[in-house]
């Protein structure tokens, strides 16, 4: 028996995100929320999509580029809480299949808005930047990086 060694999963704080089933719950999460919105009235179908994409858009960026650390203790020495959510992903490994999905999923979203919209200038601006808000810091070169300091403790 070896004392000391830890049984359980690294970093139980985004192992969750590979479990089965969990790519399409996220999916039908959005169109739950798509659906609210629709029926709120005077919502209409063009705004409810960009709505869709400007609060998942943000809220991801929050979630996954704002917040630091894990909620509970984990097995990695303390090293997951100068890390976002982000780079805990499968390790800071990058390019693996739960990474690409949520990397694409804000361009489908832009693209899916877009079409809805008819290409309407205003609302293809607000979707046009908040999909940059949500994919551009899930870019390879900026793991790690601290753009004006901002969250940088």
């Not at 009235?41 to 858009?57: D, E, F, M, S």
């Not at 991801?60 to 090293?79: C, I, M, N």
């Not at 992903?89 to 694409?104: A, E, H, M, P, S």
């Not at 877009?114 to 908040?130: E, G, M, P, Q, W």
Request: net charge positive; aromatic share 18%; hydrophobic share 50%.
């Amino acid at each position: 028996m070896n004392v000391g060694i830890a049984q359980g999963e690294r970093n139980p704080n985004s192992s969750w995100l590979n479990s089965r089933g969990v790519w399409l719950t996220y999916i039908i999460l959005l169109f739950v929320l798509h659906f609210i919105l629709l029926s709120i009235p005077y919502i209409t179908t063009p705004v409810a999509w960009t709505l869709t994409t400007t609060i998942h858009n943000i809220c991801s960026f929050y979630l996954f580029h704002l917040v630091k650390g894990a909620p509970w203790e984990t097995s990695d020495q303390g090293r997951a809480r100068r890390f976002t959510f982000w780079e805990q992903i499968d390790n800071g490994v990058q390019w693996t299949g739960t990474r690409k999905f949520l990397q694409i999923l804000p361009i489908i979203l832009f693209f899916i808005a877009s079409f809805y919209t008819k290409y309407d200038r205003t609302h293809f601006v607000i979707n046009l930047a908040t999909m940059l808000l949500a994919v551009v810091p899930k870019f390879p070169i900026f793991f790690g990086v601290r753009l004006f300091d901002i969250n940088r403790y």
